[in-house]
């Protein structure tokens, strides 16, 4: 059996996540191809009773379909991967988006709208409806209380600009991969857990601290 | 500017003296969570970022990321998060449509908002191009819903 480090582990999630995200780029190239081929199928036989033209129609039109299912699923499997590799070490897995990370500038970018009927007019349509929730502030008062334990957490800013990739090993130098994968598991649950734990007695002291004042 | 818009700015920019303000302030004349103006500002946002080629394979990697660089990862659902990102850009992902109805407003916008506060760091926007970014969704928001 192989030996390696938990550093080695995240090597080879960030090589399959290289190579799920070439993969995800065949797919979608793949699935624009098979949709602008339907498209041309479409125009070159219409009005055509043939059944040749109707099965050249269903079959281009299927290939679209499941090159964009396959799209999804790889891009499914690499978000698992990547929760995985981060849930093992945060932010050992960078993001992917540096490169179009940035928004686009206002002349690039047409005025934002929705349609009417649309997902985003529905979301958007009911809370313009009721402008604030009748909450006592709770959700808004939960949201500050993530981001400034964040940037507890992270030395004063809530998020880092570059991720962190450095790490501590949490398993004997000697230990497989497979027994790393489990230590560094087990550890990210309990690590999990006793980031709750810190996050709910942090609250608390709060709260604590609010009544007081009051 | 209203109200709602310099609180939501204040969370953004994590100016946390005039936030705590604001929230002395809110629940003494008995405001809720700003839902409105966090929802249209993650429209915006979500627009400027992933509008061009609303790529899943890119907003699923957002989210993960998100969540990484977030102490408390969990506060922030995968899964609700993506749809909220989809919906928004009227990407026709499946469960979509159902996740986000399941969602109430104040859920919706703790989601909404962690994902805003990380658009706008991850865009590096000046506190002009803030302020341009959040009017902006303050005009959407009374174009679309005129204060009778």
Do not use: C
């Not at chain 2, 839902?35 to 993650?42: D, E, H, L, N, P």
């Amino acid at each position: 059996m192989s030996s390696g480090s938990v550093g080695d582990v995240i090597a080879v999630l960030r090589q399959i996540l290289d190579d799920l995200d070439g993969a995800a780029v065949a797919a979608t190239t793949a699935q624009k191809s098979a949709a602008a081929g339907t498209r041309h199928y479409q125009t070159a036989t219409e009005g055509a009773d043939s059944s040749h033209a109707t099965a050249a129609r269903t079959q281009a039109s299927e290939a679209a379909a499941k090159s964009g299912k396959i799209a999804r699923l790889i891009a499914e499997a690499a978000a698992e991967i990547s929760h995985y590799a981060n849930h093992i070490a945060p932010g050992s897995v960078p993001t992917r988006t540096s490169a179009t990370g940035g928004m686009l500038s206002g002349e690039a970018l047409a005025k934002p709208s929705h349609k009417k009927g649309s997902l985003a007019a529905k979301a958007l349509g009911r809370v313009g409806q009721v402008r604030s929730s009748d909450d006592g502030l709770q959700h808004f008062g939960k949201l500050g209380g993530i981001l400034q334990d964040a940037a507890k957490g992270s030395g004063g800013t809530a998020v880092s600009k570059t991720p962190d990739f450095s790490f501590q090993p949490t398993h004997q130098p000697s230990a497989s991969v497979g027994d790393a994968l489990l230590a560094a598991l087990a550890v990210a649950i309990v690590g999990a857990k006793g980031v709750e734990l810190m996050s709910r007695m942090r609250r608390r002291t709060r709260n604590d601290d609010t009544k007081e004042k009051g | 500017m209203e109200e709602e818009t310099k609180f939501l700015r204040a969370l953004l920019r994590q100016d946390w003296e005039t936030y705590d303000s604001f929230t002395e302030k809110f629940q003494s004349e008995g405001k809720g969570t700003p839902v409105a103006i966090i929802g249209y500002s993650f429209f915006v946002a979500v627009q400027r970022r992933f509008a061009e080629n609303k790529d899943a394979r890119e907003i699923i990697r957002f989210v993960a990321d998100a969540r990484a660089r977030l102490l408390e990862g969990r506060e922030l659902p995968a899964k609700e998060g993506e749809a909220l990102i989809y919906a928004m850009l009227d990407m026709d992902m499946p469960g979509v449509e159902e996740i986000v109805e399941d969602l109430n407003v104040g859920v919706m916008a703790e989601i909404q908002g962690q994902l805003l506060f990380r658009l706008v760091e991850d865009a590096e926007l000046t506190d002009e191009q803030l302020d341009e970014l959040l009017l902006e969704a303050e005009a959407l928001l009374h174009e679309n819903h005129p204060v009778e």
